[in-house]
DNA sequence: ATTATTTTTATTTTCGAAAATTGTCAATAT
DNA sequence: ATATTGACAATTTTCGAAAATAAAAATAAT
């Protein structure tokens, strides 16, 4: 028998969460050191699957390794943020148009419901910790609702592994964000676009949307790179 | 990218283009299953750097993994050869678009130089083995000259992958092609297109040329999955 | 004879330690 | 004082075996 609690999933496939986790909530901040000891402890296992977990996370661009010299949380830089944004703008814009063509009423109804829970769900202020993470998770449900119906699971597995990029800037745009934009607003307004049928409305207001976002926290990544932490 | 075991790279490195070469040549056909200890035989080594090798290449989607049941190689469908083309055609033309607007002249002598080379090098016929393999890292180096001007790492990446994820249909295509159809001529009127900076010629050419292969390939691929082999 | 249950075998997954590599720091030489 | 060398320490990488899990075979029961 296994200590309880956790499901059957594998000891690899725990550390891959946990070590994930920690990278994007900013407990290993961007240029952390990764050395094996700490993350054992971390993970209370051994070596191999603490390894594997490395190994898919740098194979996501979350981690970057140097060979026998260990490794490392991935820099963020204003110059990646703009690559990816511009991409992601373009793939998923795909991605919806292609929904559009192909969504079904099952589809349509998807969207209402993620759209008005993602709006019942606040961003920050209470509960402080944990309450952003929940917010994040109902805004990927959003997100994959819209995208759902495009029937390709290549342009779907390419929205996830970008949206899993973005995260960590998404939450430097929480804390950086002074002017208080209505990002609710924008959700609405884009899910109507996209029920109305109307994909180059859609792709425009998508467009937008990622745009603002990508601005305000490159003027808080000065350069290129941020400094290391902890 | 490196066929042969470098000098002073790591076991896992070389465990994973041994295996990943073996799998593109089709010496570990689709459905092929890949217990550990076959590996290690293949490889000379111990199960960590395997395991390690594995992990990659089920992220890169040629291989698959059910937990505790082991390892086995990716199948091939037209579904998906339909959904990668479909994708790869937009994706690399946008990149080809974006090369025709920002590319220098140093861009532009390195498409016809590799087109040359291409041009020079036989698809089939003699040496047998090796030869496709040498055509297909030249076709490779064409296809990257093409889009080497994009100036956006994660476009050029993903086309490094989608190129990956196609090269066992390319393999097929070249054994199933009846139709004996003039490829370098295709390459050829697609170097003009884009060295001509007409970029809406260049992205109709790319996606003929592409959805010719898919057609093809397809029709052998009958209906969803191919059988195992070995 | 067929289904269920136990035992045996084969394979995957994880561990803990050995081997290999890199980084540190003092001692010596220039 | 600076640079070079060599031993030592810390860390990564790899190994070979133990633990855990699934598949197969054999025995028992209906």
């Not at 703008?89 to 991605?95: L, N, Q, S």
């Not at 994040?136 to 996830?160: D, G, I, K, V, Y």
Request: with cysteine.
């Amino acid at each position: 028998m296994n200590t309880a609690a956790s499901s059957k999933s594998s000891l690899s496939e725990q550390a891959w969460s946990i070590i994930r986790t920690a990278i994007l909530n900013g407990a290993l901040g961007p240029g952390a050191a990764l050395p094996f000891q700490m993350l054992q402890n971390m993970c209370g296992m051994s070596v191999s699957p603490v390894r594997e977990a490395l190994t898919r996370l740098v194979d996501a661009g979350l981690v970057e390794v140097e060979h026998n010299r260990g490794y490392r949380v991935t820099l963020l830089s204003s110059a990646e943020l703009h690559d990816i944004t511009m991409f992601r703008i373009k793939v998923e814009g795909w991605a919806i148009e292609k929904s559009i063509e192909l969504g079904d009423a099952e589809w349509e109804v998807n969207i209402v419901s993620t759209l008005h829970r993602l709006g019942l769900t606040p961003r920050d202020t209470p509960g402080g910790e944990g309450q952003f993470d929940l917010w994040e998770s109902r805004h990927l449900e959003f997100h994959r609702a819209l995208t759902a119906a495009c029937n390709s699971p290549l342009l779907l597995q390419t929205c996830a592994q970008l949206y899993d990029k973005t995260d960590r800037y998404r939450r430097l745009s929480q804390t950086v964000e002074n002017t208080p934009r209505d990002a609710h607003a924008e959700h609405k307004d884009l899910a109507k676009a996209v029920l109305d049928r109307n994909a180059p409305e859609a792709k425009k207001l998508l467009a937008g949307h990622y745009q603002r976002t990508a601005g305000l926290v490159a003027g808080y990544l000065a350069n290129d790179t941020t400094a290391p932490a902890a």
